[in-house]
């Protein structure tokens, strides 16, 4: 959530607090400076608060700069020493804050920080898009309704670091990408990157719902892999007590994460006795659908047919099923995260881990990293562990640390030239997020376990519950 300073008074004053009450979309905070009482509107949002007096003041300014940080100011005023007198106001207390001004008058100032904006009609159509969390939309193109927007996709966004291709897009289409001021052709091995500013065509209530689901930095998860949570279960190879845990554990996500269905399919059911446990657990729940096959088709083909049919944005598989790593690579190609369930509850978890191995492709993963936190509610730890002392991965630490303040979130960054295989042993209750990599299903003999890669080390333990996301492996 940002915070925004408005401050009106004026011949557009009206149009503009209008504009922008009705372009909300709850993503922002706004205080309003007004001076006349007839600019204010009848519609007044929760995140609007609203205060009258001369912004010309200094000191009655000042309690409202000092008591929040404001990303940026939005002036529309009648006179042009009032909007100098409030520019320098503003400039003694946050020399660095982003003002946008309405100039009637020619005012011309040398500060970077400074945007003018010349004339009523640019006011109403490019100032309020220029907002924060405030969508672009095409006004006067194709049949005049909204159905060209422009969106940005922001640091932390669960879209970023994805390719096109792994993004659904049912009633809508991206068909433009900028990226650093160049135009990028679009195609399904893209990958969305912060700061890059797509343009998408659709429905226009449909484009709204992109935006909100873009736009924002948490509480996404399984999108964009997809909406729903699908469960495995093979009750030939799995023990019963694991069968009835990984229920319970996938019932427990469908009420955390912001799916909307949990399906749980049930292979070569050899024991009655299970499955009349299963449907018990599973009775009234509206969210779940329960289905059976009877006819062995294999893991292959079953999970090839359903990823799509059930719009699969994460697999649970218990760590029994990972012996046949033959069988369970496949699932790598869809390109859709893995729950590997382990020997812990998952309803127990407190801290969600993350052991830095590789730089590049952790940085992929890191806006899921603090979308999970969020939504289970669980604090998040980043450890860099490098026994040898000789890697330095300051860029990614930092990295971390500021994707944290996007989300308004705590995270404690540990530093240590400790075994970091040793250090996850001493750990509990977590929830382990890794890299999804070919290697990991790949026969390892005994001599390998001396290597220093930390992911398939841990990959190879069943203790924790462990998130595998799948990356651009380069």
């Given at each position: 959530m940002k915070k925004i300073l408005i401050i009106l008074d004026g011949i557009v004053a009206k149009k503009l607090l209008h504009r922008i009450v009705e372009s909300n979309t709850g993503e922002n905070y706004y205080d309003v400076v007004y001076i006349n009482d007839q600019i204010m509107t009848t519609k007044k949002p929760s995140n609007f608060t609203f205060y009258k007096f001369d912004p010309t003041s200094f000191s009655k300014l000042s309690m409202i700069l000092d008591k929040d940080v404001h990303t940026v100011a939005l002036i529309a005023l009648n006179s042009k020493d009032d909007m100098l007198n409030v520019i320098e106001n503003i400039k003694r207390k946050k020399a660095n804050m982003q003002i946008n001004i309405l100039d009637y008058w020619g005012i011309e100032l040398k500060d970077p920080y400074v945007n003018i904006y010349k004339g009523?009609?640019?006011?109403?159509?490019?100032?309020?898009?220029?907002?924060?969390?405030?969508?672009v939309v095409a006004q006067n193109i194709g049949l005049r309704q909204g159905e060209i927007m422009e969106i940005r996709i922001p640091f932390g966004s669960s879209y970023a670091y994805r390719y096109i291709g792994s993004i659904e897009q049912v009633d809508w289409k991206i068909f433009g990408l900028y990226r650093n001021d160049r135009l990028i052709s679009v195609k399904p091995?893209?990958?969305?990157?912060?700061?890059?500013?797509?343009?998408?065509?659709?429905?226009?209530?449909?484009?709204?719902?992109?935006?909100?689901?873009?736009?924002?930095?948490?509480?996404?998860?399984?999108?964009p892999f997809g909406h729903n949570i699908y469960l495995y279960l093979d009750l030939y190879s799995q023990k019963e007590y694991e069968v009835i845990k990984?229920?319970?554990?996938?019932?427990?996500?469908?009420?955390?994460?912001?799916?909307?269905?949990?399906?749980?399919?049930?292979?070569?059911?050899?024991?009655?006795g299970i499955m009349n446990m299963i449907k018990a657990e599973l009775l009234d729940c509206e969210s779940i659908i329960l289905e059976i096959d009877y006819h062995n088709i294999g893991f292959k083909e079953i999970i090839s047919k359903d990823v799509k049919r059930f719009d699969v944005g994460l697999f649970m598989l218990s760590y029994e099923l990972f012996a046949n790593k033959l069988e369970i690579k496949e699932i790598i190609n869809l390109r859709i995260p893995i729950l590997k369930l382990g020997l812990k509850k998952v309803e127990k978890?407190?801290?969600?881990?993350?052991?830095?191995?590789?730089?590049?492709s952790y940085e992929q993963i890191s806006p899921i990293v603090f979308d999970i936190s969020s939504?289970?509610?669980?604090?998040?730890?980043?450890?860099?562990?490098?026994?040898?002392?000789v890697e330095n991965k300051t860029d990614i630490l930092d990295h971390f640390e500021n994707l944290a303040k996007i989300f308004n979130q705590k995270i404690q960054l540990i530093s240590d030239e400790k075994n970091p295989i040793r250090v996850l042993k001493e750990q509990s209750d977590?929830?382990?997020?890794?890299?999804?990599?070919?290697?990991?299903?790949?026969?390892?003999?005994?001599?390998?376990?001396?290597?220093?890669?930390?992911?398939?080390?841990?990959?190879?333990?069943n203790r924790f519950n462990q998130l595998l996301i799948p990356v651009v492996e380069e």
């Open positions: 009523i009609d640019v006011l109403a159509n490019g100032m309020v898009e220029r907002l924060p969390n405030i969508p091995s893209l990958i969305l990157k912060p700061n890059d500013v797509i343009l998408i065509i659709g429905k226009p209530k449909v484009l709204m719902q992109v935006y909100n689901a873009m736009s924002k930095n948490e509480g996404q998860f399984p999108m990984a229920v319970k554990e996938a019932k427990f996500l469908n009420e955390k994460l912001k799916n909307r269905k949990l399906i749980v399919k049930v292979t070569r059911p050899s024991n009655v978890v407190q801290e969600t881990v993350v052991v830095l191995d590789d730089k590049k939504q289970l509610k669980t604090k998040t730890k980043i450890y860099n562990l490098d026994p040898l002392g977590i929830l382990q997020i890794m890299l999804l990599k070919q290697s990991m299903f790949k026969k390892r003999y005994f001599y390998e376990f001396f290597y220093t890669n930390s992911d398939l080390i841990a990959f190879d333990s």
